[in-house]
């Protein structure tokens, strides 16, 4: 008679030590895989929040440039520069589509580049009252960084150094220094533009 052995399969399936193994390597490896997309994620973020900070500031200072260059004669027929300072620009122009001529200052306070706005009222005009105040750009970091926002230039193109004589401008430069987080790299960013004012540039 012969015997047939019949090879039985193997149906205990994986140890309790094999499942801890392989619970301990995937619990390894999806941390690694969360750990490098909330990397990323940070970084892109921090990365978008630099951009629209700067395309905020590059547009708060085109604002600013196309405002000084069109400084003029204020309605009560006032010299179109009112005060100049380091961080601060007060000046008559028309920014708006009525026939008026505004009283507009410009200022960096805190981290942000505001633009404050006075319309003159009665007959003859006047201005008075409390100017209205919106912020252009925010992230600067000029105070922090010790940088003047605005530089002075006269008629010869030399740098002012007697900001109180309001009637030798004739050129002004524009330096905003911008960045969301400054214990980050990469540092701030300098955007920087000028503008002669037209309707004294000749004077």
Not at 75 to 101: E, F, K, M, Q, R
Not at 161 to 172: E, Y
Not at 181 to 190: A, C, K, N, Q, Y
């Amino acid at each position: 008679m012969s015997m047939r052995f019949t090879k039985q399969k193997d149906s205990r399936g994986l140890t309790l030590l094999e499942t801890l193994v392989w619970i301990g390597m995937f619990t390894m490896i999806m941390g690694a895989i969360v750990s490098t997309m909330v990397y990323f994620y940070r970084a892109n973020s921090y990365t978008l929040q630099g951009a629209i900070a700067i395309t905020s500031a590059q547009h708060g200072v085109d604002t600013m440039i196309r405002t000084i260059r069109q400084a003029a004669y204020a309605s009560n027929g006032a010299y179109p520069i009112v005060s100049l300072g380091a961080n601060d620009l007060v000046l008559y122009a028309n920014i708006d589509t009525d026939p008026a001529i505004e009283r507009v200052h410009y200022y960096v306070q805190g981290t942000s580049l505001y633009q404050g706005v006075l319309d003159p009222s009665g007959d003859p005009p006047v201005y008075s009252g409390t100017e209205s105040a919106t912020v252009l750009a925010d992230n600067a970091q000029n105070l922090t960084q010790g940088m003047n926002a605005f530089t002075y230039f006269d008629a010869n193109g030399l740098q002012m150094a007697d900001l109180t004589k309001i009637s030798d401008v004739r050129f002004v430069t524009v330096n905003l220094s911008v960045d969301t987080d400054t214990s980050r790299l990469p540092g701030p960013v300098t955007i920087r533009s000028s503008a002669a004012m037209r309707n004294i540039v000749g004077h």
